[in-house]
């Protein structure tokens, strides 16, 4: 067990909708990163919180949005739900300094979202 | 932009086999390497990892890897693999100038017993 929670485990959603994805990092870290995870693909990067601001970006739009909360827990916001955004959606806490990751992530189990 | 390819995307093996696993990346800058493995049902969890110093790294349940940076390379090892290291493989690359991983497509590796 990594220490990293993540909710829900499943979803399921239409084009157009918004959803909320929720994570808790590992006790002791500050830094969560958000990545999607398509199927037969590995996991792409969204974007990383450090102290509650985004602190790096991946190629993914602006209906794809974030927060950083003061105990280091986080949320994903998609709005505008396309079909492609069907996928595993998977937060990774680390321990950053000054924003820059110092080592491995630690991952949660994900939430798989479905959109029809 | 940065990438990292997986050669093998399914393996079978049967138990005892030895195994390896290539991981290439494009990035010309100092990186630290990484390999998770997801096993069936289960979250990304770290097998070894290469921040400096010696290229050959051990990991977890007897697995090693080595870092060869003229070729861009860092392939995964076992000399003999069990039914239990039947698993999803992901090569990660995390440069310095960023706090990005970037993550290989997958290897899909299965054990015969």
């Known amino acids: 067990e990594t220490g990293v929670t993540q909710s829900p485990t499943h979803l399921i959603k239409t084009r157009g909708q918004q959803v909320t994805l929720r994570c808790s990092s590992q006790?002791?870290?500050?830094?969560v990163s958000w990545y999607q995870q398509a199927l037969g693909q590995g996991p792409q990067f969204i974007f990383q919180?450090?102290?509650?601001?985004?602190?790096g970006r991946g190629n993914f739009p602006p209906r794809f949005s974030g927060l950083q909360f003061p105990n280091y827990s986080s949320e994903l916001n998609v709005n505008a739900l396309e079909l492609d955004d069907s996928a595993l959606y998977l937060c990774?806490?680390?321990?950053?300094?000054?924003?820059?990751?110092?080592?491995?992530?630690?991952f949660g189990e994900g939430s798989r979202l479905t959109v029809l | 932009a940065q990438s990292v390819s997986q050669h093998n995307h399914h393996v079978i093996l049967s138990e005892a086999a030895s195994l390896e696993l290539g991981c290439n990346y494009s990035y010309g800058g100092t990186v630290n390497l990484f390999w998770y493995v997801q096993y069936p049902g289960q979250h990304l969890q770290l097998l070894l990892k290469?921040?400096?110093?010696?290229?050959l790294v051990k990991g977890i349940k007897g697995f090693e890897a080595e870092f060869i940076k003229s070729k861009f390379s860092f392939n995964l090892r076992k000399p003999s693999v069990q039914w239990s290291d039947t698993a999803e493989y992901f090569c990660a690359v995390n440069p310095h100038d960023g706090n990005q991983f970037y993550f290989g497509t997958g290897t899909s590796l299965t054990v015969i017993p």
């Open positions: 919180y450090y102290r509650e601001e985004e602190n």
């Open positions: 290469y921040f400096s110093g010696d290229p």
């Open positions: 006790s002791g870290h500050n830094t």
């Open positions: 990774a806490s680390s321990w950053g300094n000054r924003g820059r990751n110092t080592g491995e992530l630690f």
